[in-house]
């Protein structure tokens, strides 16, 4: 190892190590941030400072309205799908779609992507099988999977050493997701697709299309169904079936419960002490389908949605402490705004994908212009769970301790002594923190979204 390499690795590991609080981990065996104690990592902890933590904030109708005023609010990029209309002309939005360009330089396995492989992609978009005169289809997402900006599978990154960082992701979509499918590639892999928040290109793998508007509707719109709470849990090992087994399920993914006792479970098993609930499947020809399967009722699973109280929003972030950073949804955890979006899901909100959309829902607060003060008056007045933001990343508001104010966020890098440290870890820690830029997180925020 060469000298300037190995007094970087030794810088490195000696800022990450005062990073952290080494009396916290003497205590714990893990590591926080030096502002953070051992018992500011249980929710309990935040909703013990709360007057009525249990406190009904919205209710189920409530929270359908405010869903209607965000999609027709500016700006959200927020759709309802059973209004989009099912004409297009193909033609045009293929073109359309195949002169993107791209603003960076990217890296494929340590390489930089040539010019020659952009523009395979375009013609892949290009040479698509459409018409002017289209109708689109119905889908639904069998698969928890990424969206994408570019009809791509390979990691795109902006370093040639960057491995887990795909560029070119988008967003997640969770099992069941309701999706309108306007045409393929050329080689037939990809769909370019919109769900309620956003639009790109997904692997077909991943989607199935529904033989009718009504059958799509039915599969969309459960009334009975039960949501993953946790930030995902997987079915049981199954040798029947393989497209079964192990699946995974992220939080906020909600399933058709069946009620029916006494339901003998591929012919050995029955459901007893097991929620019974219907699995999205592609059939071979691409249609859609459904498969029944058991979910063990000690899974983090509630029947219907959760009640929307200060007490529910922090104990579902709480339980996303400690696991990775995933940009747009890649390796099956969050970025920063998915984070929030997949918490308030489960009480029934759709909420907007990214920060700059989110930063639209009607009960924003701008506290871009206000001095310090001011906007402590704002942040003191601001309930745990609310959305505090600055421009491309979001956080969901804990309160105040000693003057500090804390936060949750899926965190990407900090600022420690002038150096950009990667933390790439959903974490806690107070507001005086650095930024990359060395702008602490409290004088950058600009917006206070509270959903109420």
Same mark, same amino acid.
């Given at each position: 190892m060469k000298k300037r390499r190995l007094f970087k690795a030794f810088l490195s590991t000696f800022i990450i190590f005062n990073l952290f609080s080494t009396s916290a981990m003497a205590d714990t065996g893990y590591n926080v941030a030096n502002s953070v104690s051992p018992e500011m990592c249980n929710s309990s902890y935040w909703t013990s400072k709360i007057a009525e933590p249990d406190k009904?904030?919205?209710n189920s109708s409530d929270i359908e309205n405010f869903n209607k005023s965000i999609i027709n609010t500016s700006g959200t990029n927020m759709a309802n799908l059973e209004c989009v209309n099912e004409n297009f002309n193909g033609v045009e939005m293929v073109n359309n779609l195949s002169n993107f360009t791209l603003n960076n330089t990217f890296y494929i396995n340590g390489n930089v992507m040539s010019k020659d492989y952009i523009q395979n992609i375009r013609n892949n978009i290009k040479n698509s099988d459409v018409s002017i005169s289209m109708t689109l289809k119905y889908g639904i997402v069998v698969n928890r999977t990424v969206l994408k900006y570019q009809p791509d599978s390979a990691n795109w990154s902006w370093r040639k050493d960057q491995w887990d960082w795909n560029e070119n992701s988008a967003t997640s979509m969770e099992v069941?997701?309701? !999706?309108? !499918?306007y045409f393929q590639t050329a080689d037939k892999k990809f769909s370019y697709?919109? /769900?309620d928040y956003y639009n790109g290109w997904v692997s077909n793998n991943d989607i199935a299309i529904c033989q009718s508007r009504e059958e799509w =509707?039915?599969?969309?719109? =459960?009334?009975?169904?039960? !949501?993953v709470t946790a930030p995902n849990i997987r079915l049981e090992k199954d040798e029947v079936d393989s497209s079964l087994s192990e699946k995974f399920l992220g939080m906020g993914t909600k399933l058709e419960l069946v009620k029916q006792e006494n339901l003998h479970y591929n012919y050995y098993r029955t459901n007893w002490f097991n929620y019974t609930v219907k699995i999205p499947v592609r059939n071979s020809d691409g249609s859609y389908g459904t498969k029944l399967a058991l979910v063990p009722v000690n899974r983090d699973v509630h029947v219907g949605y959760l009640d929307y109280t200060r007490k529910n929003t922090l104990d579902l972030a709480f339980k996303?402490?400690?696991n990775r950073y995933g940009w747009g949804g890649s390796?099956?955890?969050?970025? /920063?705004?998915? =984070?929030v979006m997949s918490v308030y899901s489960c009480?029934?909100?759709?909420l907007p994908r990214d920060v700059s959309t989110q930063s639209k829902i009607p009960t924003a607060q701008s506290v871009a212009n206000m001095t310090d003060y001011e906007k402590s008056v704002v942040l003191d007045n601001t309930p745990a769970g609310a959305i505090l933001q600055f421009k491309g990343h979001e956080m969901l508001y804990l309160g105040k !301790?000693?003057?500090?104010?804390?936060?949750?966020?899926?965190?990407?890098?900090?600022?420690?002594n002038g150096v950009n440290t990667y933390i790439n870890t959903i974490t806690i820690y107070s507001l005086d923190v650095l930024r990359a830029n060395g702008v602490s997180f409290y004088s950058a925020i600009n917006n206070v979204v509270n959903i109420k």
């Open positions: 009904i904030i919205m069941n997701t309701p !999706v309108v !499918v697709i919109r /769900c =509707l039915n599969a969309k719109n =459960l009334k009975d169904f039960i !949501v996303y402490l400690g390796l099956n955890s969050r970025d /920063c705004s998915e =984070l009480f029934g909100f759709k !301790v000693n003057g500090k104010y804390y936060i949750l966020n899926a965190s990407g890098s900090i600022n420690s």
